[in-house]
Every structure is written in structure tokens, then in C-alpha cells.
């Protein structure tokens, strides 16, 4: 066993004492080979070698002045969004606004597709069981939930936890677009397929979108590499070895990209 693996399997070792059981006991074999709406690119699947996941990925330095610049551009965000509210175009279970929350300058940005009850509750994003689990995902890939961001399509709870439709994304698309341009990530992690199709524009199942690397383009011109798979609530739902399995191997191709990434500036 090679030094790098050595060190990501008593990393995996430490994860499971630490009780993130979501990771299968063995690791699978990696698979082979209103801002503008960001354009979309294919990207083949990556094939980097597993690395142990450094601290780097969970630093990202930046001045206080810039990251105080992109929370300013944040709130005005979510300041226009309230003045707008194009959730009262379509029908709502809300009583809260979640909008969105975590480091302006992170390097990782997860987006679901709406919040659920605990969210509307609290008006933070992913606090429910969903959110439970997906804390732990994070912690997994040796991140901490106060170092990435975290939004969701929608930005009030659908009766009765309800899909999105179509319709309703394409309304709160252009704040979500806003907040991916402003965060800038490294890597978007999109949970489950509402999410997934409206990012990438695609209408292809979940198993065909998940583990491979796509991208889009925001309207300043940066490249965002995007690695969809399952929301942790599909996980909850399906939480066997084979589902969290692939969940990992997904979120291991991000912590294998940050790690060949140099830290932003």
C-alpha cells in the first residue's frame, strides 16, 4: 500500500470511529474513464490518483476585506430577492426565507433543491436529518461546515417538502446563479437531481449525471467545475452500502481535485 493510500484509509478508520458510518466499510474502485445563466460544458471523467485530503482544502485565505466584499454582495442578493419574491408566483408552505449560508470565499459550494421543515423553522439551509448527514459528508472529506457555502434552489419550503418544478427553479434560478458568481468555488457539489438539471441545463437521469465532472461558465467568465450525486436525503431513504458508496467516490473526486488545486488568492 502506497504511503498516500496508507494515510486516506487510517483517515477512513478515524471517520468511521468518529461515527461517519456513510462510507462503506470498503471503499469502492474508483469509475473509469440575474446574472447570465452560466453556459454548460462536458467534462470527461477524472482520474486523478486518491490522496490524502489536506488541510489546504479546508483553507482558503483570502483578506477580510474580500471576504467582507462578497458577503456585502451576498446580502444585497438576498435584499433583492426579498423585494422581488418570486415565490409568491407559485404556491409555498413557508415561513422563512433560507437563503443561503456559509464562508462568501469557499472553496466548495453544495446546492440542493429546497428546504424542508427544520429549515423553514431556523431559516438555515441543511439542518434537518438531510442536513445531518450532509454535515458529516463534509467532515468526510476534511472539510468543516463553516469553511464551504450552502444554498438550495428554492428559497422557501414547498408544501409538503414537494419537488421543485420546473417552473418554480427557473423563477429563483437567477439569485442561485448570483450566488454560485459571487462564492466563485473551486467545486459545486449538486445534491440530487433538481438541482443537478438546473445547473447543468440536462434532463439525463441522476445514475448518468453523478460521478463525472461537468462545468459551467458564469457571466464573468470563470470556469466552475460541478460534481452532481445524491441529495443526503435519497440517501437517508436508500442508505445502503452501494448508495453511500457511490456517494464517496463522488465526493472523492472533489477532495482529489482541491488537493491538485493551488489555494485561490
Same mark, same amino acid.
Given at each position: 500500500?502506497?504511503?498516500?493510500?496508507?494515510?486516506?484509509?487510517? #483517515? @477512513?478508520?478515524?471517520?468511521?470511529?468518529?461515527?461517519?458510518? !456513510?462510507?462503506?466499510?470498503?471503499?469502492?474502485?474508483?469509475?473509469?474513464?440575474?446574472?447570465?445563466?452560466?453556459?454548460?460544458?462536458?467534462?470527461?471523467?477524472?482520474?486523478? +490518483?486518491?490522496?490524502?485530503?489536506?488541510?489546504?482544502?479546508?483553507?482558503?485565505?483570502?483578506?477580510?476585506?474580500?471576504?467582507?466584499?462578497?458577503? *456585502?454582495?451576498?446580502? %444585497?442578493?438576498?435584499?433583492?430577492?426579498?423585494?422581488? *419574491?418570486? #415565490?409568491?408566483? !407559485?404556491?409555498?408552505? #413557508?415561513?422563512? &426565507?433560507?437563503?443561503?449560508?456559509?464562508?462568501?470565499?469557499?472553496?466548495?459550494? !453544495?446546492?440542493?433543491?429546497?428546504?424542508?421543515? %427544520?429549515? $423553514?423553522?431556523?431559516?438555515?439551509? !441543511?439542518?434537518?436529518?438531510?442536513?445531518?448527514?450532509?454535515?458529516?459528508?463534509?467532515?468526510?472529506?476534511?472539510?468543516?461546515? $463553516?469553511?464551504?457555502?450552502?444554498?438550495?434552489? @428554492?428559497?422557501?419550503?414547498?408544501?409538503?417538502?414537494?419537488? +421543485?418544478?420546473?417552473?418554480?427553479?427557473? @423563477?429563483?434560478? +437567477?439569485?442561485?446563479?448570483?450566488? &454560485?458568481?459571487?462564492?466563485?468555488? $473551486?467545486?459545486?457539489?449538486?445534491?440530487?437531481?433538481?438541482?443537478?438539471? @438546473? &445547473?447543468?441545463?440536462?434532463?439525463?437521469?441522476?445514475?448518468?449525471?453523478?460521478?463525472?465532472?461537468?462545468? &459551467?461558465?458564469?457571466?464573468?467568465?470563470?470556469?466552475?467545475?460541478?460534481? +452532481?450525486?445524491? #441529495?443526503?436525503?435519497?440517501?437517508?431513504?436508500?442508505?445502503?452500502?452501494?448508495?453511500?458508496?457511490?456517494?464517496?467516490? $463522488?465526493?472523492?473526486?472533489?477532495?482529489?481535485?482541491?488537493?491538485?488545486?493551488?489555494?485561490?488568492?
Amino acid at each position: 500500500m502506497t504511503s498516500a493510500r496508507r494515510l486516506v484509509a487510517q #483517515h @477512513l478508520q478515524g471517520l468511521r470511529l468518529s461515527g461517519v458510518d !456513510f462510507i462503506p466499510k470498503e471503499p469502492e474502485p474508483r469509475p473509469p474513464p440575474p446574472a447570465e445563466a452560466p453556459r454548460v460544458t462536458a467534462e470527461p471523467p477524472a482520474h486523478a +490518483p486518491l490522496v490524502e485530503p489536506k488541510p489546504s482544502a479546508d483553507t482558503r485565505p483570502q483578506a477580510d476585506d474580500e471576504r467582507s466584499r462578497r458577503q *456585502a454582495l451576498l446580502d %444585497e442578493v438576498r435584499r433583492r430577492y426579498e423585494r422581488d *419574491a418570486p #415565490h409568491e408566483r !407559485f404556491v409555498t408552505g #413557508h415561513t422563512r &426565507i433560507v437563503f443561503g449560508e456559509g464562508d462568501p470565499c469557499a472553496r466548495v459550494m !453544495f446546492v440542493g433543491e429546497a428546504p424542508g421543515e %427544520e429549515e $423553514d423553522k431556523t431559516g438555515r439551509p !441543511f439542518v434537518g436529518r438531510a442536513g445531518q448527514l450532509l454535515d458529516k459528508m463534509i467532515v468526510a472529506m476534511g472539510l468543516s461546515r $463553516d469553511r464551504v457555502y450552502i444554498a438550495n434552489v @428554492l428559497k422557501t419550503r414547498p408544501p409538503n417538502n414537494a419537488t +421543485p418544478t420546473p417552473e418554480e427553479a427557473a @423563477l429563483c434560478a +437567477p439569485y442561485l446563479h448570483d450566488q &454560485i458568481r459571487i462564492v466563485a468555488p $473551486d467545486a459545486l457539489v449538486t445534491l440530487g437531481l433538481p438541482a443537478t438539471r @438546473l &445547473i447543468l441545463g440536462s434532463d439525463e437521469s441522476m445514475s448518468r449525471l453523478r460521478g463525472r465532472w461537468a462545468r &459551467i461558465v458564469t457571466g464573468e467568465g470563470r470556469v466552475v467545475p460541478v460534481m +452532481p450525486t445524491y #441529495h443526503p436525503a435519497y440517501v437517508l431513504r436508500q442508505y445502503t452500502p452501494e448508495v453511500r458508496g457511490k456517494v464517496w467516490a $463522488d465526493l472523492r473526486l472533489v477532495v482529489d481535485r482541491l488537493a491538485g488545486l493551488p489555494a485561490s488568492p
